[in-house]
């Protein structure tokens, strides 16, 4: 990862909650899971309402409304993994 986030679903269902997935994550991984915030709710409003946008496009009328009631309780229904800052080394140039 290169600073950018990662927005992934719970669902315990399908047994998918917040241990399973930090279960999932790679030992040594420099990264930490997270509740989503405020600008994780609009970056999901914006990635899956680009993509209900795409199944209402194509009359998938139903899938696109699940897709929504998805991000409309966005907090509930998924979690941030996100990069744990590591400050570079200022002796390295990166221009």
Known sequence: MTGGRVYVRVNPEW????EA???????GAKV???E?????TLDLEDLLGHYAE????TD?????KRVTGLTANAMDNF???IPEKVQ???????E
Do not use: C, H, K, Y
């Open 15 to 18: 047994n998918l909650d917040r």
């Open 21 to 27: 997935i930090a279960r999932r994550l790679g030992e």
């Open 32 to 34: 930490s899971l997270e």
């Open 36 to 40: 989503v915030d405020a600008e994780g």
């Open 54 to 57: 795409e199944l209402r496009a």
């Open 60 to 64: 998938q009328d139903e899938e696109a």
């Open 79 to 81: 979690l941030m993994i």
């Open 88 to 94: 570079a080394d200022p002796n390295i140039s990166t």
